[in-house]
């Protein structure tokens, strides 16, 4: 493997120097060329592609049927758009790993990952999540989606700072070299009816009204977007749900929905209406809207959420670890849902993972093969998935996008021999070369800037844990 140091410059106009650390300088006037021996395109697979870039980390050009020039930043194999993460909780990837003992169910998980909440402060919450998303930039991630709810101390009393925990957040992936959307959650009620217990009061803050108010004062920027959430109809009452709705208007936001057939029962005791239903009684349903999980839904639900076009993002490896089910993926995309992916709880950090999965577990349910062609799962994971996030720039290789380029080897044990157009349904993230995000290279030789990232981890993991 070579070292950070052995990078090569990229093409320029001006001069420019390429610090491993930062990547290409900012320096105005910079035009940066990656050439691609293949790259997947809006038309399908081309060969010998240039890529050239702006200092601002957008696509300028793309040329077909390129030689490479000597100045030119050559990308192996196939390159295709950053993927999108849609659906993150950084700190539960503490749990990877240690909870497979005692089986259990979904909510005895979530009592442990109450225990790994309970111990972060702003300043475990940076290092926890900048080895996370550098873990996601290392399997392709581009931008991800970070639904956040740990937001105050542990009593529930504000930081100082009353984002400390938001801002943590931000710092961590702009450190990993990502892009994200703060989807900050609003989590008022610990169930239907129910007042937060102790292990969710640094949840809460207290009704919808105040929850905006924080909100209002999260500011994007560059490499950062402030969406909102709704945790999910069993945190947040429906007399609520509009406050939140309002005070999203014109940005993402996100809301677990049926993720478990407990939440359904639940709903319809308490309200006469599914999640589904309730969500959309409230206005909360839109094309600015993802529905994460939407695992038990009814007919009706389906078509719901196709007819307002609500994203739905699937999470099919925290899916399976949680014994949660298998949602009607593509009955909801037959009615009109975009499909977007998430890692979630991060027991897996594999987009390539998620997508195949995707398709993998419909083939389980159907008895078929094909449900969805490479093609459509490699959308859920870029176009589609940035999109959700309010990055509809992002994506795609084409002039005007966000330059995000993942370089995936073909002559690796796993890749060798395969048709580069069925890449989504062989590759791994130990596969990947080169991550490119926003025109800067962020993981080369399948190492990230920062360094050992397991390292990283383990650290930040042996923090969360020590002295229990
Ligand atoms: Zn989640």
Redesign the pocket.
Known sequence: MRSGADIPVPRTTLRVVCDIATGPSTTIGVVTAYWCERAWLSGGVSDRVRVTTDDAGFVTAVEVGEQPEPPDVRLPGIVVPGFANA???AF?RALRGRTHVDGGTFWSWRERMYAAAARLDPDSYRRLATAVYAEMALAGVSCVGE?HYVHHQTDGTPYEDPNAMGEAVRDAAKAAGIRLTLLDTCYLSGGFGKPLSAAQLRFGDGDAERWAERVASLRPDATTRVGAAIHSVRAVPAEQIPTVVAASSGRPLHV?VS?QPAENEECLDAYAATPTQLLHDHGALSPATTA??ATHLMPDDVALLGGQRTTVCV?PT?ERDLADGIGPARALYDAGSPLAL?S??HAVIDMFEEARALEMHERLTTHQRGRFAPGDLLTALTSAGHASLGWPEAGRIEAGAQCDLVAVRLDTPRTAGIDPTQLVLAATAADIDTVVIGGRPVVRDGRHVLGDVGELMNDAVDEVWSGL
């Open positions: 659906h993150s909780h539960h639904f677990h993720e994460v999980h999470c925290t998430g979630d709880q």
